[in-house]
């Protein structure tokens, strides 16, 4: 990796610049991973379950805008 991708793959609220398809791969396992969390993991994110199951619901191209 170069120091230009690196310094872009390190800056907070950056998603590190992958291919598109990538991204949207990784969005989908995030959110998958996201609906496994317990009560407790969902508390320390500030995140209840009801917030997280709408989350997780929500289809792969559905990215945050700070993705695109």
Do not use: C, I, N, V
């Not at 690196?6 to 398809?21: D, E, I, K, V």
């Amino acid at each position: 990796m170069t120091d230009q991708a690196l310094s872009q793959a390190a800056r907070p609220g950056r998603f590190p610049r992958l291919p598109r398809p990538a991204r949207f791969f990784a969005l989908r396992r995030q959110r998958r991973q996201l609906r496994q969390l317990d009560a407790h993991l969902l508390r320390d994110l500030g995140l209840t379950r009801a917030q997280a199951e709408r989350e997780a619901q929500k289809p792969f191209w559905d990215a945050p805008d700070w993705w695109k």
